[in-house]
């Protein structure tokens, strides 16, 4: 009996430990909830389709050694906690559960950059990866100024190690699946043509990353919305849909040209100031609570048991 009191009591403590580990991100995503956020970019688009754009500092020429037709950085304003508008298509809005209140609030700020997206067309790109971060209160930098294009978010080295500093909350990857029967691009214009004008709307699916951890990695794993990759099949309501083909989260991207991001060196790369909703329907996963009052079951049933046994 002492030993099945040990070993629960060991198991109590692992997961009361658990749960005051998961307060070190001081925003939390609700688990299986539909959520919307709200962020805005500030990027460079290689309008000559030649992608070649390097991106400065410590994500240097990304992922895959080459350069790059779109990158950029973004800061989240909100998010919503959303209603189903389609099943496995859509959400709709509700309300604000989390906001950046600026520096020197008390919400901290998410944040991070984008970059691997290789531009295809005029209307069409391929690629893309988004790392998220996080920062507490306190330790924020990020302004409204920066993020109209008039602060200190920059194309450069700088920018980049203060846009991936903080603690890992996801990486997505940008994947098909928005436009039927294509393997090959990410990212779609639905509005004009933005890869061009700078102006307009694109749309894109991402996927989790799970082989790089971070705080979110789990519950953003939730595998909602449809792809699109079999000539139509598993557009919402289909009778044929594939649940194997579902992704994460959703990306709509609002464009338009930032004339103060122009490269004075290089007149074909335009800046692009974007406003920016994405979607996700977060997975099942246990909240810190939950947790604690299991770890607090286990320990009054070992404490149950134990006067049992002396009586």
Known sequence: ????????????????????????????????????????????????????????????????????????????TSIQSS?????????????????????????GQIYGVFYDIRITSGTTASGGVMDLYWQDAGSDFITAADMAGSGNARPDAATVANFTSGTLLARLNLVPGRIDNDNVNSLVSVIGNVFNAINGTAEALAQVDESVTGAWTDILNGNWFWAEL???????????ANPSERLDVRLRTNYSELPSWDDPNNQIILGALSTDPGKTYTAAIPEPTTMLLLGLGLLGFAGISRRKMDS
């Open 1 to 76: 009996m002492k030993k099945l009191l040990l070993i629960l009591s060991i198991t109590f403590l692992l997961v009361f430990g658990i749960a005051i580990g998961a307060q070190a991100v001081p925003y939390m995503l609700p688990s299986k909830t539909p959520i919307t956020f709200q962020f805005g970019n500030l990027e460079q688009i290689d309008v000559s389709g030649a992608n070649s754009i390097t991106v400065p500092g410590s994500i240097g020429l990304g992922l895959d050694g080459q350069t790059d037709g779109n990158w950029g950085v973004f800061n989240m």
């Open 83 to 107: 209603g189903v508008a389609t099943p496995n298509w859509d959400l709709g809005t509700g309300p604000v559960i989390w906001s950046d209140d600026g520096v020197g609030g008390t919400e």
């Open 230 to 240: 079999d000539g139509g099949v598993d557009d919402p309501g289909s009778s044929l």
